[in-house]
């Protein structure tokens, strides 16, 4: 019912920067959370960055350097990445608690994901 659409990811050198974009489309009434997530091999997926209501939370490790940004008009989010480091490398995925109608609650959601690789 709900899609997620991530793109943006690749190949970058230490200190440059890539922009990720997620697109949600389908049946969509409201969104209240937006989020990424990546997935290193041999680890557990970890939280990235989520914005909310215009609140916004980053993991220690990414901050001062990510951004995250939503446009809701267009039901997308955006994760601006500055300063990437090998250790950022990893898959990174789109989150997103959506809900259909008036009269349901939110269901997560998950994009199927976008490499990330960042060579030192």
């Known amino acids: 019912q709900v899609q997620l659409v991530e793109s943006g990811g690749g190949l970058v050198q230490a200190g440059g920067s890539l922009r990720l974009s997620c697109a949600a489309s389908?049946?969509?009434?409201?969104?209240?959370?937006m989020g990424w997530y990546r997935q290193a091999p041999g680890n557990e997926r970890e939280l990235v960055a989520i914005?909310?209501?215009?609140?916004?939370n980053y993991a220690d490790s990414v901050k001062g350097r990510f951004t995250i940004s939503r446009d809701n008009a267009k039901n997308t989010v955006y994760l601006q990445m500055n300063s990437l480091k090998p250790d950022d490398t990893a898959v990174y995925y789109c989150?997103?608690?959506?809900?259909?109608?008036?009269?349901?609650?939110?269901?997560?959601?998950w994009g199927q994901g976008t490499q990330v690789t960042v060579s030192s």
């Open positions: 989150n997103a608690g959506v809900r259909s109608s008036s009269r349901s609650g939110p269901l997560n959601y």
């Open positions: 914005a909310s209501g215009g609140t916004t």
């Open positions: 389908g049946r969509i009434f409201s969104i209240s959370v």
